[in-house]
């Protein structure tokens, strides 16, 4: 016997998924449903399109995140527009005929979106053994070899993270390193992509032997022609590079982020996030006069957090 509509309305995953309603599902369609439902309607809370019953509009947007917030192979994101039809059609909702439409239209694009998303994370996954490969070569070396544990497990974070950033992140292979790219990167998203628990001194200080061990072994391998202009920056900015970890920045910069996102800031337009933070530090002089007291706060181009690659696609570091 069919639900009633009060009913209907509110099954969960568990209640839905009954051997009768199963038995409509293939075999592809049945093996993720479960899933499928639990994640659609925790997205759909998560981009807050949870009031009342399922919408056109809602569906559009939570099908279009779903891609982006779940670690699924293809096969599930092909089930998922078959599953939530049949979940739609048990509740028997009034708009059924539209949700229908909304979920036909969403269906190529979630398809392809998670297509492409599994290539590019396919193309990380090749970028991080490649850099493996890198760090167990310059383990060999001597004065890496007889580092702690602990420093070499920040040695190679360090150099992961670099490494991925400019590749991954920038797009460039090591014979199109250069210094302002480095640049951008150390004073910018380096920070946000650590692990909190990376955020300490002892790695901060080994920055400067990670970078320039990193550049000296892509040198011999004859793979990164600005490897001596690279190193002399490092050499320039020893310091700037060790301290560059302040929590009381890091909260300052969270903060003007968040009052940038509140006024709708495009974080692209450089000449309106110029404007913007100006006006906003004149708002906070106490703040400023705390946080820019030295030139090496002033020189310190901090971005807002505009990381090119998902965190999804990041993996936490094998401890060595």
Request: glycine fraction near 2%; proline fraction near 5%.
């Given at each position: 016997?069919?639900?009633?509509?009060?009913?209907?309305?509110?099954?969960?995953?568990?209640?839905?998924?009954?051997?009768?309603?199963?038995?409509?599902?293939?075999?592809?369609?049945?093996?993720?449903?479960?899933?499928?439902?639990?994640?659609?309607?925790?997205?759909?809370?998560?981009?807050?399109?949870a009031?009342?019953?399922?919408?056109?509009?809602?569906?559009?947007?939570?099908?279009?995140?779903?891609?982006?917030?779940?670690?699924?192979?293809?096969?599930?994101?092909?089930a998922?527009?078959?599953?939530?039809?049949?979940?739609?059609?048990?509740?028997?909702?009034?708009?059924?005929?539209a949700?229908?439409?909304?979920?036909?239209?969403?269906?190529?694009t979630?398809?392809?979106?998670?297509?492409?998303?599994?290539?590019?994370?396919?193309?990380?996954?090749?970028?991080?053994?490649?850099?493996?490969?890198?760090?167990?070569?310059?383990?060999?070396?001597?004065?890496?070899?007889n580092?702690?544990?602990?420093?070499?497990?920040?040695?190679?974070?360090?150099?992961?993270?670099?490494?991925?950033?400019?590749?991954?992140?920038?797009?460039?292979?090591?014979?199109?390193?250069?210094?302002?790219?480095?640049?951008?990167?150390?004073?910018?998203?380096?920070?946000?992509?650590?692990?909190?628990?990376?955020?300490?001194?002892?790695?901060?200080?080994?920055?400067?032997?990670?970078?320039?061990?990193?550049?000296?072994?892509?040198?011999?391998?004859?793979?990164?022609?600005?490897?001596?202009?690279l190193?002399?920056?490092?050499?320039?900015?020893?310091?700037?590079?060790?301290?560059?970890?302040?929590?009381?920045?890091?909260?300052?910069?969270?903060?003007?982020?968040?009052?940038?996102?509140?006024?709708?800031?495009?974080?692209?337009?450089?000449?309106?996030?110029?404007?913007?933070?100006?006006?906003?530090?004149?708002?906070?002089?106490?703040?400023?006069?705390?946080?820019?007291?030295?030139?090496?706060?002033?020189?310190?181009?901090?971005?807002?957090?505009?990381?090119?690659?998902?965190?999804?696609?990041?993996?936490?570091?094998r401890?060595?």
């Amino acid at each position: 016997m069919e639900q009633s509509d009060s009913t209907a309305k509110s099954l969960t995953p568990a209640e839905f998924l009954t051997p009768q309603r199963l038995a409509s599902l293939s075999a592809n369609q049945q093996k993720y449903a479960a899933d499928i439902l639990t994640d659609v309607l925790h997205v759909r809370e998560t981009v807050n399109m949870a009031q009342g019953d399922w919408t056109p509009q809602q569906v559009a947007a939570t099908l279009a995140a779903l891609p982006t917030m779940v670690d699924q192979p293809h096969l599930y994101f092909v089930a998922v527009v078959p599953v939530l039809t049949a979940y739609f059609k048990a509740q028997q909702l009034p708009n059924l005929s539209a949700l229908d439409a909304a979920l036909k239209q969403a269906r190529p694009t979630l398809v392809e979106k998670h297509a492409d998303a599994a290539s590019e994370q396919t193309a990380y996954e090749g970028v991080v053994a490649q850099v493996e490969r890198w760090v167990q070569a310059m383990t060999a070396q001597a004065d890496v070899a007889n580092l702690s544990q602990g420093d070499l497990q920040n040695f190679v974070t360090i150099v992961h993270t670099t490494a991925e950033l400019m590749i991954t992140g920038k797009g460039k292979q090591p014979q199109d390193w250069d210094v302002p790219t480095l640049s951008e990167i150390m004073f910018g998203p380096f920070t946000h992509l650590l692990d909190e628990a990376d955020r300490v001194p002892t790695l901060f200080n080994l920055v400067p032997f990670a970078l320039t061990t990193l550049f000296g072994y892509l040198a011999d391998q004859h793979k990164l022609p600005a490897a001596a202009d690279l190193e002399k920056w490092v050499s320039e900015h020893h310091t700037a590079l060790v301290t560059m970890y302040d929590p009381k920045l890091e909260s300052f910069f969270e903060d003007l982020t968040t009052a940038m996102q509140n006024e709708n800031i495009d974080t692209t337009d450089t000449k309106a996030v110029d404007a913007f933070t100006q006006a906003y530090l004149r708002a906070h002089p106490t703040t400023s006069r705390e946080l820019f007291t030295t030139d090496r706060q002033l020189t310190h181009k901090k971005h807002i957090k505009q990381i090119k690659y998902s965190q999804k696609k990041r993996r936490k570091r094998r401890r060595k």
